[in-house]
């Protein structure tokens, strides 16, 4: 089922990509060739090793850290056990069912920035060398301290899973490991993926206009709440653990690529300005300055 998902899925993502790039023709003077604006950062040498210390942390933790057997946690907040009532499909075959569907779309949140958008839009359709570069560069960092993030959470806190009391009993298909609850690394994972599409759409114009550049990250979004609201359904997480990835995932694959190498929301062909401060005698506010 699995298998035949994920080419439907990539079949789909094929043909978006495809008509979001025909949608985009009549701005092609704007997309002929993606530069890298001189506004923004280009990854550094310490984010260079930032990244490749984060990549040990994570083989290390994944290797050495274990979850521990008995939770640590145990027991709802906030509307856990409302939405748990809601949710959750009521069949064994219903939650490994959709916790299948969200390992799908979870591994195709993550995929399509760095296979779809860096490798073939950016470098084989643009070829922009350096512009592909350096979105792999930002896009593997901001996996590399999602996962970290989550990963440690996940040990140390050591929080039951809703189904761990059904789970001790070891008869349903669904369950798997029982401790490692928050925060949810699915979901984490699926909105870094639709962070680094939002970020990256935002400031660069890969399919050729704004239009498509807004139905790109709106999807993206709504597939990785999706994922997450999957998570519940499948009864492996709670919705506080979701929410909990959901904000992980959008630091580290939004806000971290904008504060530390886009400019928000500024295009490689924008000229330039900035919003400043302003403070005199008689005036406080903002001004924007620049060239127009």
Not at 10 to 17: C, D, K, P, Y
Not at 26 to 42: E, V, Y
Not at 255 to 270: E, H, I, K, Q
Request: net charge neutral; aromatic share 8%.
């Amino acid at each position: 089922m699995k298998l035949s998902i994920t080419r439907r899925l990539a079949t789909l993502g094929a043909a978006l990509v495809l008509l979001l790039c025909t949608a985009g023709s009549a701005a092609a003077d704007d997309t002929a060739s993606l530069r890298w604006s001189p506004r923004w950062t280009r990854f550094t040498e310490l984010q260079y090793t930032m990244t490749a210390g984060m990549a040990g942390a994570v083989f290390a933790s994944d290797q050495w850290l274990q979850a521990p057997e008995r939770p640590n946690w145990r027991g709802n907040i906030l509307l856990d056990g409302e939405t748990r009532s809601w949710l959750v499909a009521g069949s064994a075959s219903g939650r490994l069912r959709a916790d299948g569907i969200s390992d799908v779309l979870v591994f195709g949140l993550v995929l399509y920035p760095f296979a779809i958008d860096t490798l073939l839009v950016t470098a084989t359709l643009h070829q922009s060398y350096d512009v592909a570069w350096q979105m792999a560069m930002i896009g593997i960092q901001s996996v590399l301290i999602s996962k970290l993030i989550t990963g440690l959470t996940k040990r140390f806190v050591g929080r039951a899973r809703p189904d761990y009391s059904r789970c001790e009993g070891g008869d349903d298909l669904a369950c798997g490991t029982t401790t490692e609850s928050f925060i949810s690394g699915h979901t984490s994972t699926a909105f870094v993926g639709a962070g680094l599409i939002c970020a990256n759409h935002q400031n660069l114009r890969l399919y050729g206009s704004e239009l498509a550049a807004a139905i790109t990250c709106g999807a993206s979004l709504t597939a990785a709440a999706t994922a997450g609201t999957l998570r519940i359904v499948s009864d492996r997480h709670h919705l506080s653990d979701v929410l909990a990835g959901a904000a992980v995932g959008l630091a580290a694959g939004y806000l971290l690529p904008n504060l530390m190498n886009y400019d928000f929301g500024a295009s490689a062909t924008d000229p330039g300005g900035a919003l400043m401060p302003m403070i005199s005698e008689r005036a406080l506010g903002l001004e924007v300055a620049g060239q127009f």
